[in-house]
């Protein structure tokens, strides 16, 4: 199966980038006035999806300084975050703490740093972690604060087959790339289970560009292509953090989007 175009599929920014060292050559988080520019920058052209984490750093705290800065008749932006996976300042890391409390407390703090969250994602869950009852007991805390959608952010296809079996999900995030094609099956469980696909790194965070032999261009183009080849209704997530990749990467995206797919 092929995808459906452009209609079911948008462009979104991921933005673990501006919080913390990320990428193939794990380059460092902008400052903040250059990663408010990034965002201005997303908007501008189009993007209105923004997902981020308390594991990624600064990441929310840059984001939640953003949006508070808007004019209130802007645009909406459609701000995704996760729970369960945390940061320690002081060590500088991602920890991992799915018990009640933590949940609950990660869903206080990114209501009040964000003022809105659109949806809700569990980080990289284990299988058990989404059969748990702190996670149900937590994702209904979430409801009472005005979340109104969930979603499961896998790393394995046993996650992604409980999440899709669940009900209780609308999205389903996870990486594909050219390099990494281990959860290929998750596109076809997600379309069964009428969930949108979140796709991330889609350039193997810049190793498909950085590598390549021939045209930036064309290689950008072969990458989305390459995803836009699989059957699904959602978002695939660009992580840059500079405004000409960016630019560069919403050219290639809407170059092949808009190609009907048979």
């Not at 959608?149 to 990486?175: H, P, W």
């Not at 930036?216 to 695939?236: H, M, P, Q, R, T």
Request: with cysteine; charged share 20%; glycine share 8%.
């Amino acid at each position: 199966m092929r995808g459906p175009g452009r209609s079911s599929v948008s462009l979104g920014l991921g933005l673990l980038s501006i919080g913390r060292p990320w990428g193939y050559k794990q380059g460092m988080p902008p400052r903040e006035e250059r990663a408010y520019a990034l965002l201005d920058h997303a908007i501008s052209k189009g993007i209105t999806f923004v997902d981020t984490a308390p594991g990624y750093g600064s990441s929310e705290k840059i984001l939640g300084a953003f949006l508070e800065k808007r004019p209130t008749n802007s645009p909406p932006i459609y701000v995704s975050t996760k729970i369960a996976e945390h940061w320690d300042w002081t060590s500088q890391t991602p920890f991992v703490d799915h018990s009640y409390h933590a949940l609950c407390r990660s869903i206080d703090q990114s209501m009040k740093t964000l003022g809105k969250v659109d949806l809700l994602q569990v980080h990289r869950p284990k299988a058990s972690t989404l059969r748990s009852r702190d996670l149900v007991r937590a994702l209904s805390y979430a409801q009472t604060q005005g979340i109104p959608t969930f979603g499961v952010s896998v790393s394995d296809i046993e996650s992604a087959k409980i999440a899709c079996r669940s009900g209780a999900f609308g999205y389903l995030q996870f990486t594909y790339n050219k390099l990494n094609t281990s959860l290929t099956h998750a596109f076809q469980l997600a379309t069964k289970h009428s969930l949108n696909v979140i796709v991330n790194r889609p350039l193997a965070m810049g190793e498909i560009v950085e590598t390549t032999t021939g045209e930036k261009a064309e290689a950008l183009k072969n990458a989305f292509s390459f995803i836009l080849d699989n059957c699904f209704s959602g978002v695939i997530l660009t992580g840059t953090r500079s405004e000409h990749h960016l630019t560069e990467n919403v050219s290639a995206f809407r170059a092949v989007n808009r190609v009907p797919r048979l």
